[in-house]
C-alpha cells in the first residue's frame, strides 16, 4: 500500500530537533472456526456468552488444547514475514487479574515465540524505490480475551462506570501479535510509515487467508509506540505506547499527535511519561491511561496444560510451499504485465480492484478492457449503491463475458451497460439476461440492408451529399437506421453498410 | 439364586467379588449400591469420609446396570460396584467443593473424564469424598468442611490430601475409590489407612475435569483395599484423553494381568532397587521394623534387593514446595467471584478489585493462602530463576537419578510415609512439619513416574504402607511386586467401628 | 524461561513483603494473618531456598513430565454450553452477561 504523507508544518519542525522513534504490535484475530484452545466456534456478533464451554469459560478441571489451525496460520505469517520458525517453543500463562480473562491468566508466549526476527518491505511514498524494511522482532500466538461493557458512565467507557457486563464470546479466540523492531530514520513520514506498514501488514495477512483483518470489527487492533530523543543524542527516548488505533487512519493520526506531544513535553524542559495512552478517534488525540513506570509483574512460567510445539522442518517446509505470492511482489508484477504507470496502478489498488482487475484478465479480458469495467462503470455502480466493489453484484466472470459479447459486435457499449443493469438486478449471467432480454445486436444482414434502404429512400437529399463524398452527413442516415432498429444495431456496422450502398466507402 | 449375601457381607467384599456376584445375578448392583449408602448412614457420623453423598444418583446408575443385566447386554469388568471419588473432579450436576468454601454449592455442568469413564463402564458413583482444600494438605485437617477420621482411630488423621477416599474404603462405605496425587495424595492415605493407593504415570490417566492444584504434577489414581481391585479400577479409568494435552498417546500396561501374576507370590528374577535416600532419614523406627520385615518376605519371595542411590532426593521436597505452589497460584486465581462460586462484600459500594479479594481471602483457607502467597513470590520477576527455574533443574537431576537407579533396577522401594498417622492438631501449627509427610512421594511425582502404596504391617497398631515406585509407562511392574507382597502380608484388618 | 533480572534468595520476608503479595494474589489479609504468614512463609522460604544447593548451572529445566511435543486438535466445532448452564454458577447475572462491580480504572488493563 502506498500512502502519500501531509506533513503539518510542526512536525517538520519537530524532527529538525527530533529523532522519531516507532514501534508497532499488531494483534491479528485468526479466521479459525473454532477457538484456541477449544472447539467453540468464533462467529462475530453471537448473542452473549452462547459461544462458550468449561475451557474458553476457565471452568475448574477444565483443559485446553492447541487448534492445529491456529498454529499453522501462524507459522504462515510468520514465514511470510521472513521469520525463523521455532525449532521448540512453549506456551507462557501470563498472570493477571481481569475480569474478561475467565482464568485471570491468559495463554500467551514469553520468551520463545513461534518466529522470530523477519521484515516486511513497505512502499511509503508514491515514488518508485521509496521502500522502508521494517524488521519484524517476533511473531506469537496468545487468546483473546472476553470482552466487557461498561454501564453507568457516561461515555460506555471504564472511568465513571458503576458496573461492568462480560460476554465470554471472544475468549479464547486465537490472537496472533506482531511486533516490530524499532524504526528509525523515517523522520517526518514517521506517520506514514506506521500506516503503510500496517496497511501492508494487513494485505499480507489477507493474502494468506488467514484472517479477515477488519480494524473496524476489531480483527486487527493495532498499539504504536512512539518516542523522541534529540537528535545526535545517540540514544532512544523514553516511549510510550498508544492503544485503541482502530483505522488506518488513526494510526497516522496517533503517531503525528503523540509525536508533536512528545516535543512540546521535551521542549518544556520536562521528561516523557513511560505510559499507556488511548487514542480518541473523534478528537484525534491521546490521554493518559495506566503508568508503567512500575512494571507490572506478569510472573510468566511456562504453560504446564500445554506441551512444547516442535516444528518440524518437513512441516515447515510444506507450509512455505504453500505460500501465495506476498501482495507487494505480486502488485508490482501485474503492474509491468498490465503495461501500467505508477498512477495509473495506484488508481485500481485505491479502488481495491487489483484482484478484480487479474481475475477479469485471467477471464480472456485485456487488462485495459478489465480496468475500464472495474474502474469506471462498476466503480460508479457500486459507489450508488454504497457497496464494496467486490459486492457489487457482478464478478469477473460477468465482465469478461460482457467484453467478449462487445468484442464480438454481439453487444454494443451501450447494450451492455443495459445487460450490466440485468446482471446487477440479480437476472442472471450476461447470456442469460441478453437471451431474456432479446438485446443482441441486430446483425441479421437482410434486416440491415432493408431499412438502411428506407432510410436512403426517405432522405435522398442526404444521400445524395454522401454520394458526392460528403462523408460526415452520413450520421443522419445512420440515426434513421438506429431508431428503426431501436437501437439494437451496431452503429458502426450501420455506417459501413450506409457508405457502401451510397459508393462512398 | 440359593443364598442372599447379606449387606454388611457386601460392604467386606472385594470389587472384584462384588462384580462377579452382579455379572452372575447373584446379587443386584441396586442391593450393591443400598448396601454401601446404609453403611455410609451408619458410620459417616463418625469418620466423615464424604461431603456428598448421591443416594438418588446411585441408585438410579445401579437401576442402569441391572437393566443392562437383564437385557442381556455385556457389563464391564466393573459394572455394578459402587465407587467414591475425592471431591476434586468436576461431576456433572452433584456438587464439587474441593474442600473450599469459595466453591460451595458449584455444581459442574461437565463430568472429569475419570468420572465419566466410571459411569460409562457401569461403575456406582456414591458420592463426594472429603479433602485437604484444593488437595493441599497431608491430614483432611485443611478441608473447610472438617477433617476425616481415620477408621483405624479416630483421633487420627487419615492422611490427605485424599482422606476421605482412603477412609472410605477403610470404613467399608465403598470397596473403591478415586483420588488425585500430586505429592502423595493418594499413597500417604492409603499408607495410613491400611489401603492401596497408586499414582499412576503422569500422563497416565486424564487430567481433564480435575480441578488443577499443579498441573505438572496433577495425577488421578485409583484407591482400593486389593492390589487386583486397584488394578481393576486403574484399567477402567486409564488411556489416553484428546482432551488433555499431557495425556500419553500409548496403550496403558495390562496392570490386571501383573496384579494376577505377582498374586501368585513368585518374583523370582526381579531386582528391587532400596533407594538409600528414602530409608531412614526423618522415619519412625517402627515404620522402619514394619519395612524391614516387608522386604524381607520380598527377598523370600525371590527378589533380589540391591541398594540404589538417588543423591538429588534430599531436594526433592524443597523443589516441590516451589513449583506446587507457584503452579497452585496462578491455577486459583480464577476463584475470583465472577464466574461461579462464593462472592463476598459487593455491597454496591466496593469497586472489583475489592470483591474479589474479600472473596479469595473469606472464601481460602490458611494453607491455600500461604501456598499462593508462596507461589507468587516464588515466580516473581526477581526471584524466578533462583526459585522457581532453580527447582525445574533440581526436578530434572530427580529424574535422571530414577533413570540411573531403574538402569540397577526393575522397580524401586521405600516406606510411603515417614510416620504413621498423627493426632489431629499435631502437625497444623508448624505447617513445614506438615510437609514432611510426603518426603517419600514426592520424587515420582516430580518425576512423573507411576507408584503404588501398598499395607506392609503396623506400628504401634497404625498401619504402615510400602511403596513401589516404577519407571513411567510400567506401571504393570510395581503392581506385580506389591501383589506379591500382599500375597504373604494381608493387609491387617482394621477395628470394628 | 528465563527472565531479566535475578536476585538470590532473600534471607527473610518482610511484612511489607507479605503484605505484598497478598495484593498481588487479590487476597484481603488482616493483620494479624500478615504477622502470622510472614512469619511462616520466612520458615518455609528458608527450608525451601535449599535447591539453590544444588549446583545445576548447565541442567536443563524440566517443565513437563512427559516426553510429548505437538499435541494439536483439528479446527472441528464442538457443542458449546447451553447459555443458562454457562450462567448458572455466576454470583450475578444481567441480560446474558456475568456482572461484575465497577472496575477500578487504574486496574491493569488487557492487550
Same mark, same amino acid.
Given at each position: ?34 477457538k484456541?484452545?477449544?472447539?467453540c466456534?468464533t ?9 462458550v ?6 471452568l475448574?478441571g ?13 507459522i ?8 525463523q ?30 518466529c ?11 515514488e ?27 461515555t ?23 511486533v ?5 530514520g523515517?523522520g ?20 494468506l ?7 473496524e ?26 492503544k ?30 513511560l ?15 495506566r ?12 504453560e ?16 512455505r ?18 503495461g ?9 489498488l ?25 474502474? *469506471?462503470? +462498476?466503480?460508479?455502480r457500486?459507489?450508488? @449503491?454504497?457497496?464494496?466493489?467486490? !459486492? &457489487?453484484? $457482478?464478478g469477473?466472470? /460477468?465482465?469478461?463475458?460482457l ?13 451492455a ?5 440485468g ?12 437471451a431474456?432480454r ?6 441479421d444482414? *437482410?434486416? +440491415?440492408?432493408?431499412?438502411v434502404?428506407? @432510410?436512403?429512400?426517405?432522405?435522398? !437529399? &442526404?444521400? $445524395?451529399k454522401?454520394? /458526392? ?22 452503429a ?14 | ?20 456376584l452382579?455379572?452372575?445375578?447373584e446379587?443386584?448392583?441396586?442391593e450393591?449400591?443400598?448396601?454401601h ?11 466423615h ?8 444418583g446411585a ?9 443392562a ?23 456433572r ?45 497431608s ?10 477420621r ?9 492422611g ?7 477412609a472410605s474404603?477403610?470404613?467399608f ?8 496425587d ?7 492415605p ?20 480435575l480441578?488443577?492444584f ?5 495425577t ?8 487386583a481391585d486397584?488394578?481393576?479400577l ?52 517402627g515404620?522402619m ?7 524381607d ?6 527378589a533380589?534387593?540391591v ?32 464466574r461461579?462460586?462464593l ?9 472489583l478489585?475489592?470483591v474479589?479479594?474479600l472473596?479469595?481471602?473469606?472464601g ?33 537431576l ?7 537407579a ?11 510415609t ?6 489431629f492438631g499435631?502437625?497444623t501449627?508448624?505447617p ?20 503404588i502404596s ?10 504402615v ?30 477395628p470394628?467401628? | 524461561?528465563?527472565?531479566?533480572t535475578d ?9 511489607a ?15 494479624a ?6 512469619g ?13 544447593e ?22 472441528e ?7 443458562d ?5 455466576a ?10 462491580p ?8 488487557p492487550?
Amino acid at each position: 500500500m502506498v500512502v502519500r504523507a501531509t506533513v503539518e508544518p510542526d512536525l517538520e519542525d519537530v524532527v529538525r530537533r527530533y529523532e522519531p522513534m516507532i514501534g508497532l504490535e499488531v494483534h491479528v484475530e485468526l479466521g479459525t472456526r473454532t477457538k484456541m484452545f477449544c472447539g467453540c466456534p468464533t462467529g462475530f456478533g453471537a448473542e452473549p456468552n452462547t459461544q462458550v464451554c468449561p475451557v474458553c469459560l476457565g471452568l475448574p478441571g477444565s483443559l485446553p488444547v492447541a487448534n492445529r489451525a491456529a498454529i499453522e496460520a501462524t507459522i504462515r505469517i510468520g514465514l511470510a514475514l521472513n521469520c525463523q520458525v521455532a525449532s521448540w517453543c512453549r506456551f507462557a500463562r501470563k498472570n493477571y487479574f481481569y475480569p474478561d480473562m475467565p482464568k485471570n491468566y491468559q495463554i500467551s508466549q514469553y520468551d520463545e515465540p513461534l518466529c522470530t526476527g523477519g521484515w516486511l518491505d513497505v512502499d511509503v511514498a508514491g515514488e518508485t524505490g521509496d521502500t522502508v524494511r521494517v524488521g519484524i522482532e517476533r511473531v506469537h500466538l496468545e487468546e483473546d480475551t472476553g470482552k466487557t461493557l461498561h454501564l453507568g458512565g457516561a461515555t460506555g467507557r471504564i472511568h465513571g462506570a458503576t458496573e461492568s457486563l462480560v460476554d465470554y464470546n471472544r475468549a479464547g479466540i486465537p490472537l496472533v501479535e506482531v511486533v516490530t523492531r524499532p524504526v528509525a530514520g523515517t523522520g517526518a513520514r514517521a506517520p506514514a510509515t506506521a500506516r503503510a506498514y500496517v496497511a501492508a501488514l494487513r494485505d499480507l495477512v489477507r493474502s494468506l487467508g488467514v484472517s479477515d483483518v477488519r480494524m473496524e470489527q476489531g480483527s486487527l487492533r493495532c498499539d504504536v509506540n512512539t518516542s523522541l530523543a534529540p537528535v545526535g543524542a545517540g540514544e532512544w527516548g523514553t516511549r510510550t505506547e498508544t492503544k485503541n488505533v482502530n483505522s488506518l487512519r488513526s494510526v497516522e493520526r496517533a503517531v503525528r499527535s503523540e509525536l508533536i506531544r512528545q516535543a512540546a513535553v521535551l521542549d518544556r524542559g520536562e521528561r516523557v511519561v513511560l505510559e499507556t495512552r488511548h487514542f480518541h478517534e473523534e478528537a484525534g488525540d491521546s490521554t493518559p491511561g495506566r503508568s508503567k513506570e512500575t512494571a507490572t509483574d506478569y510472573r510468566y512460567f511456562p504453560e504446564p496444560d500445554l506441551v512444547p510445539l516442535a516444528p518440524d522442518p518437513a512441516w515447515v517446509a510444506q507450509l512455505r510451499a504453500g505460500l501465495p505470492e506476498p501482495p507487494r511482489e505480486h502488485r508490482r508484477r501485474l503492474q509491468a504485465a498490465w503495461g501500467l504507470s505508477d498512477v495509473d496502478m495506484q488508481a485500481v489498488l485505491n479502488a481495491g480492484a487489483v484482484g478484480l482487475v487479474e481475475a477479469t484478465v485471467a477471464a480472456g479480458t485485456t487488462p485495459e478492457a478489465a480496468r475500464k469495467w472495474w474502474l *469506471g462503470e +462498476l466503480s460508479r455502480r457500486a459507489n450508488e @449503491a454504497g457497496v464494496d466493489l467486490a !459486492e &457489487v453484484g $457482478a464478478g469477473p466472470a /460477468d465482465v469478461a463475458a460482457l467484453q467478449q459479447m462487445v468484442d464480438q459486435g454481439t453487444l454494443s457499449d451501450k447494450l451492455a451497460r443495459t445487460v450490466l443493469d440485468g446482471v446487477l438486478a440479480g437476472e442472471g449471467s450476461p447470456a442469460e439476461v441478453v437471451a431474456a432480454r432479446d438485446l443482441a445486436v441486430v446483425s441479421d444482414s *437482410g434486416t +440491415l440492408i432493408a431499412a438502411v434502404e428506407q @432510410a436512403i429512400a426517405a432522405h435522398p !437529399e &442526404v444521400a $445524395a451529399k454522401v454520394r /458526392d463524398g460528403k462523408v460526415a452527413a452520413a450520421g443522419v442516415l445512420v440515426g434513421a437506421v438506429m431508431k428503426a432498429t431501436g437501437g439494437q444495431a451496431d452503429a458502426r456496422a450501420v455506417r459501413e453498410l450506409v457508405l457502401s450502398r451510397l459508393g462512398a466507402a | 439364586m440359593a443364598e442372599r449375601a447379606e449387606p454388611t457381607e457386601l460392604t467386606r467384599m472385594t470389587a472384584t467379588g462384588i462384580a462377579g456376584l452382579v455379572a452372575a445375578g447373584e446379587v443386584s448392583a441396586v442391593e450393591v449400591a443400598r448396601a454401601h449408602l446404609d453403611r455410609i448412614a451408619a458410620t459417616d457420623q463418625r469418620v466423615h469420609a464424604f461431603l456428598q453423598v448421591d443416594t438418588e444418583g446411585a441408585t438410579a446408575a445401579a437401576a442402569a446396570v441391572d437393566a443392562a443385566r437383564a437385557a442381556g447386554a455385556p457389563l464391564s469388568p466393573l459394572a455394578g460396584v459402587p465407587v467414591a471419588v475425592k471431591d476434586v473432579f468436576a461431576t456433572r450436576g452433584l456438587p464439587t467443593t474441593c474442600g473450599s468454601k469459595i466453591l460451595e454449592g458449584w455444581r459442574p455442568p461437565y463430568d472429569a473424564t475419570t468420572v465419566a469413564r466410571l459411569r460409562a463402564a457401569g461403575l456406582v458413583v456414591l458420592g463426594k469424598t472429603n479433602m485437604d482444600e484444593f488437595a493441599m494438605g497431608s491430614s483432611t485437617e485443611y478441608s473447610a468442611y472438617g477433617p476425616t477420621r481415620n477408621p483405624w482411630d479416630l483421633a487420627r488423621i487419615p492422611g490427605g490430601s485424599g482422606g476421605g477416599s482412603s477412609a472410605s474404603l477403610a470404613a467399608f462405605q465403598a470397596p473403591l475409590a478415586i483420588g488425585s496425587d500430586t505429592g502423595g495424595s493418594i499413597r500417604q492415605p492409603g499408607a495410613v489407612t491400611g489401603t492401596v493407593g497408586v499414582k499412576p504415570t503422569y500422563g497416565g490417566t486424564s487430567r481433564y475435569g480435575l480441578v488443577a492444584f499443579s498441573s505438572s504434577l496433577d495425577t488421578p489414581g485409583p484407591c482400593a483395599r486389593t492390589v487386583a481391585d486397584a488394578a481393576a479400577l486403574h484399567a477402567v479409568i486409564a488411556g489416553h484423553d484428546p482432551g488433555d494435552s499431557t495425556s500419553i498417546p500409548q496403550p496403558v500396561p495390562d496392570v490386571v494381568a501383573a496384579a494376577a501374576r505377582g498374586a501368585t507370590g513368585d518374583l523370582a528374577g526381579v531386582r528391587l532397587g532400596l533407594v538409600r535416600e528414602l530409608a531412614g532419614e526423618g522415619a519412625e523406627p517402627g515404620v522402619m521394623a514394619a519395612f524391614r520385615e516387608a522386604v524381607d518376605a520380598l527377598t523370600k519371595l525371590g527378589a533380589e534387593v540391591v541398594e540404589v542411590s538417588c543423591p538429588h532426593f534430599g531436594y526433592a521436597l524443597p523443589a516441590y514446595y516451589l513449583i506446587a505452589p507457584s503452579e497452585c497460584s496462578s491455577n486459583l486465581a480464577r476463584f475470583d467471584g465472577v464466574r461461579y462460586g462464593l462472592r463476598t462484600g459487593d455491597d454496591g459500594t466496593r469497586a472489583l478489585e475489592e470483591v474479589m479479594s474479600l472473596t479469595r481471602e473469606a472464601g481460602f483457607g490458611p494453607e491455600v493462602k500461604r501456598r499462593i502467597m508462596l507461589g507468587t513470590y516464588a515466580l516473581s520477576s526477581g526471584y524466578y530463576d533462583a526459585y522457581y527455574g532453580q527447582a525445574q533443574k533440581v526436578r530434572t537431576l530427580i529424574a535422571r537419578d530414577f533413570t540411573a537407579a531403574f538402569a540397577q533396577a526393575d522397580a524401586l522401594i521405600s516406606p510411603t510415609t515417614p510416620f504413621v498417622a498423627f493426632r489431629f492438631g499435631e502437625r497444623t501449627a508448624d505447617p513445614y512439619q506438615m510437609y514432611l509427610a510426603d518426603l517419600y512421594t514426592i520424587p515420582a511425582n516430580l518425576a512423573g513416574t507411576p507408584a503404588i502404596s501398598v499395607p506392609c504391617g503396623l506400628s504401634g497398631g497404625m498401619p504402615v504402607g510400602l511403596q513401589v515406585m516404577a519407571p513411567a509407562m510400567a506401571d504393570d511392574r510395581m503392581y506385580r511386586v506389591a501383589a506379591a507382597l500382599e500375597s504373604v502380608l494381608p493387609a491387617p484388618a482394621p477395628p470394628q467401628l | 524461561m528465563s527472565h531479566q533480572t535475578d536476585r538470590p534468595p532473600a534471607a527473610g520476608i518482610s511484612r511489607a513483603e507479605v503484605a505484598h503479595l497478598a495484593r498481588l494474589a487479590r487476597l484481603a489479609v488482616t493483620e494479624a494473618e500478615l504477622d502470622t504468614f510472614a512469619g511462616q512463609l520466612d520458615v518455609i522460604l528458608q527450608a525451601v531456598a535449599r535447591v539453590g544447593e544444588v549446583a545445576a548451572g548447565d541442567i536443563p529445566p524440566t517443565s513437563h513430565a512427559v516426553p510429548l511435543t505437538n499435541v494439536l486438535r483439528e479446527d472441528e466445532p464442538i457443542q458449546c454450553l447451553p447459555r443458562d448452564e454457562a450462567l448458572a454458577g455466576a454470583p450475578d447475572t444481567v441480560e446474558g452477561r456475568f456482572r461484575v462491580p465497577r472496575i477500578l480504572s487504574d486496574e491493569e488493563d488487557p492487550g
